[in-house]
């Protein structure tokens, strides 16, 4: 009988973020459809009750937490210690924690140190023929396998936005204290703060319902034999700040910056979709100025409704990829745009 452990960490507040929570839904899942299998809620933080409150009706048996000053920051040494705490204390048999950064640096350790095996971007869990399987993509998002294993304990990092968020009615459950031993090794690593980019010039919203592709011809040279990069800087920009979207780009636009040439500036590497590039998960995409297969195919791989705007009708990844062609020039589309979200205030 599986002893399911849904392992989770805590935000600063102290709650659980919606990926956790997506998790604790495919733990549930597991738990229903194994007989016999009891689950198990962990967690790990400076303080547990606001997300221990949280969760209190997900019919979890046990809720077990490592807390205190050492685990309200994402520390390789204390977290993989807690982990391992958490699944000894639960006698884990199959754990599934959401595939934050935290957790996908952390328990590929904790896997090692209990002598258990751990499969990272699963997309879906399931039980076939009593058994529970797990589910990723291979070969750049390309193919899916599906794969179980009779190794035990078996972690699952759970990627964001493949499961509906765990919802149901709070509470105040007691929660049972791990003891995690740390010693001066655990806490060699001290985090001093954070620096991250303002939240209004922070362009990658994973959580946004539309990825914008911004492609390399928003820097090519325009009808009247000029580039406009600034001008499709700023019309990129004001469109994201009014509709909130997450800004992607193909790979010819970043690297562009390599070459000297005229680029935005708003844009990295981290922005880049496709095969190189990430495959994010968004409602609706809108692709502009982009001609390549990559933005149409891989790195649109999980966005069902798709549209893009080109100047070329025959550009035939657009016609044979997106939903939707617009035959138009970009700069003159998103100025317009741009005036209509303005006047809808
Ligand atoms: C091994 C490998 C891996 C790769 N990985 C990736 C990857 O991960 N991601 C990726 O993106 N690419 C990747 N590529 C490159 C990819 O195949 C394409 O070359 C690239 O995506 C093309 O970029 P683009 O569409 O921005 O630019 P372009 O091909 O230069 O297209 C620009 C488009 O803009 C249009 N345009 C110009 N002005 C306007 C305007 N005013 N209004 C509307 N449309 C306009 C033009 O008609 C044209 O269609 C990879 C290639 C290889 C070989």
């Known amino acids: 009988m599986e002893s399911i452990l849904f392992?989770?960490?805590?935000?600063?507040?102290?709650?659980?973020?919606?990926?956790?929570?997506?998790?604790?839904?495919?733990?549930?899942?597991?738990?229903?459809a194994l007989p016999g299998a009891t689950l198990i809620a962990g967690l790990a933080g400076a303080q547990l009750?606001?997300?221990?409150?949280?969760?209190?009706?997900?019919?979890?048996?046990?809720?077990?937490?490592?807390?205190?000053?050492?685990?309200?920051?994402?520390?390789?040494?204390?977290?993989?210690?807690?982990?391992?705490?958490?699944?000894?204390?639960?006698?884990?048999?199959?754990?599934?924690?959401?595939?934050?950064?935290?957790?996908?640096?952390?328990?590929?350790?904790?896997?090692q140190r209990l002598a258990g095996r751990i499969?990272?971007?699963?997309?879906?869990?399931?039980?076939?023929?009593?058994?529970?399987?797990?589910?990723?993509?291979?070969?750049?998002?390309?193919?899916?396998g599906t794969l179980t294993r009779t190794a035990r304990p078996w972690i699952l990092l759970l990627e964001p936005g493949c499961a509906p968020p765990w919802a149901g009615a709070p509470g105040q459950p007691d929660i049972e204290v791990v003891p995690v031993a740390l010693t001066a090794a655990h806490r060699r690593t001290t985090v001093t703060g954070v620096k991250a980019p303002p939240a209004d010039e922070q362009t990658i919203r994973p959580d946004a319902r539309l990825l914008f592709v911004a492609g390399a011809g928003w820097t090519k040279k325009q009808p009247d034999g000029q580039a406009h990069a600034i001008e499709a800087e700023r019309l990129i920009l004001e469109f994201l700040r009014r509709t909130q979207a997450s800004l992607g780009s193909t790979k010819s636009l970043v690297d562009l910056s390599g070459e000297?040439?005229?680029?935005?500036?708003?844009?990295?590497?981290?922005n880049q979709v496709g095969q190189t590039g990430s495959t994010p998960r968004h409602p609706k995409g809108l692709a502009t100025c982009c001609h390549g297969e990559e933005p149409h195919t891989v790195g649109w791989r999980f966005i069902p409704e798709r549209r893009a705007i080109n100047l070329n009708p025959s550009c035939g990844w657009a016609q044979g990829k997106a939903d939707v062609l617009y035959v138009a020039d970009a700069f003159a589309v998103l100025r317009r745009v741009n005036e209509l979200l303005a006047a809808r205030g």
């Open 7 to 32: 392992l989770a960490h805590t935000e600063a507040d102290g709650t659980l973020a919606k990926s956790a929570l997506e998790t604790l839904g495919a733990a549930r899942t597991l738990a229903a």
């Open 49 to 111: 009750q606001p997300a221990a409150g949280q969760i209190a009706g997900c019919g979890a048996t046990r809720f077990l937490g490592a807390t205190g000053p050492d685990f309200g920051f994402p520390r390789y040494g204390s977290d993989v210690a807690a982990a391992e705490a958490i699944a000894r204390a639960a006698a884990a048999t199959l754990v599934v924690a959401p595939a934050t950064s935290r957790w996908n640096r952390a328990l590929a350790g904790a896997a």
């Open 119 to 144: 499969d990272a971007h699963v997309t879906g869990v399931a039980v076939a023929n009593g058994q529970p399987s797990a589910s990723r993509w291979y070969y750049r998002q390309r193919m899916e």
């Open 260 to 270: 000297g040439q005229a680029v935005l500036s708003c844009l990295s590497h981290l």
